[in-house]
């Protein structure tokens, strides 16, 4: 909401090569609105099917099924179909490892290996439609994993290597899956992650696991439990294999990819093979526009969705050269991804909003003696970019000289939605706007009572028309499904986002309208954590809120009452944050804790968010008039008067 009333200066950027007139925009987002089917149908000639589809969409609210009879294998259109052109030996993936080990694997190393790995998964027990979950730091096996799973039809379930233990088996059991895929550890700032260790833990909550792969990666000492660990390496066949690709329905699921809703459960959500990998795909040309020689990178974690969307699939199945880095952005120094821009000669850079605000609160001088002039194009996703951000990236990162595309899209959307389109069109940019929607996307801005609001007004964003990445479904939970995306406005798929259309048609999206908060881009509900502060022996209740952070974004804010003779102390506060660290991981962890005696509740018994959030945020409760549950302004005042006062009196 900050951005609305700002006036923000119009760019026009220099056009180099890469934008085509603003008509063909026009027409083509005009032309998918008014035939969609037609529209892309066409666009579907970017893949290549076994077997051509029947219908290119049937829509059953709130189902979509796209490309309907259509074959086709994602590991195929990734990986075979470039090592059988000319660009078997282009570059697939420039690797880095934290600790400066590089691995270069081409096209045609990435089809045997990812052969080789589907081999292994064979071996392995894992047969079509077994969910596989995975969890690995950013290294080529976590993508060839992945891509192997796609080859023989098995569906993976990533998870962030930042989760904890609980989070793996809470994913684990939800997914049913009998595998978990996971490393002896990663690096991380110097450190061993020791991702083995917290699998171990795990299994021991996911009684449905037979088998723990272990990819050997660091080299300490691992603990190896002999009746469900095994080395993923004693399954790899040295001997050149081919496994065919499962040819897959585009209707098929390819992954499961959970994240937080408003519920204090992970949501698992359920993408499909060819609509998704179309989408992902004619999404990142439309608004990234890569060349052929493009060196592209996109430094979201694979466990993601930016990850999996446009750091595996979209730059594979388009046959691109990619960059991945393992390890933190600012070790051994803070300058350590502009040294990797300058090695690989990086032309487009995607990252988030929450990297360039540490960069930028650290200096520019970071940056002064490296050569960033390859960059082209520069993209921001996960949150809003603040205006005087972008101005920096744009000055400091891009030159001046590139274009920035700031993407507003979802895990559960599968690809962009609302980006400005460098392939396709041409207008300025305004910073802090994500511009104007993806061909084929109809947004609106809703009012409450699900009435369209006029240009400039805030309101919800919701979508019209089904897309070709939409989400399938929320894995094993069509109530769920249902209940999440399309009963607040039926017939819309309801984003959950505030956001607001200016009068010149552009999209500023202005945060989360529901119980989630995002730190440094990642999703995180309020129910999740308290309902994990909750199972903690000592508190009684807990309840959560956010406060703007300068890097992050927002930070985590956890009030808290304790129970009977507990007494709120330092050494307690240190122990309730471990708490949620383990519960959750280290996304989890809140800036304050704050004792008090009651949270603040309406008589029905509902926590006052708003007086939550007016305390944690310092910026008052503000115009309370609006409040729309039955308590009287003078209870909700009262209430925030008693809960600021506990906050200024709570342990340090
Ligand atoms: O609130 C929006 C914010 O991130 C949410 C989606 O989070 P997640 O599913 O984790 O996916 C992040 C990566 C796609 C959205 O509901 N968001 C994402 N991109 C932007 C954004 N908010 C503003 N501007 C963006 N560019």
Redesign the pocket.
Known sequence: MAFASKDVTKHNLPTRNYFWPLKRYQDMYQRALTEPKAFWAEQATLLDWDKPWQKVLDWNPPYARWFVGGRLNASTQCVDRHFKSWRKNKVAIYWEGETGATRTLSYADLYHEVNAYAAALKKLGVGKGDRVTVYLPMIPELVLVMLACARIGAIHNVIFAGFSAQAIADRVNDSQSKIIITSTGGYRRGKILQLKEIVDEAVKMTPGVEKVAVVKYTGHDAAFNPEKDVWFADYMDSSCSYVKPESMEATDPLFILY?SGTTGKPKGILHGTGGYLLYAAKTMQWAFNPKEESIWWCTADVG???GHSYGVYAPLALGLTSVMYEGAPDYPAMDRWWRIIEKYGVNIFYTSPTAIRMFMRNGEEWLANRDLSTLQVLG??????NPEVWEWYCKYVGYENCPIV???????TGGFMIAPCVGIQSYPLKPGS?TLPMPGIDPVVLDPDGNESAPGKTGFIAIRKPWPGMLLDVYGSPELYQQTYWSRFPGYYA???YSMKDQDGYWW?L??ADEVI?VS???ISTAELEHAMVGHAMVAEAAVASKPDDVKGEAIVLFVTMRKDVEPSGELKKELIKHLRTSIGAVATPEEVIFVEKLPKTRSGKIMRRVLKAVASGIGIGDVTTLDDQTSVEEVVQAYEELKAAATKTVR
Request: without cysteine; negative net charge; proline residues 0%.
């Open positions: 994240t993601w969705i930016t921001s996703v996960g949150e809003a970019i700031d993407t507003w899209w979802q895990t559960e994500a984003a959950g986002d999206l945060g989360r995002k881009g990642h999703r």
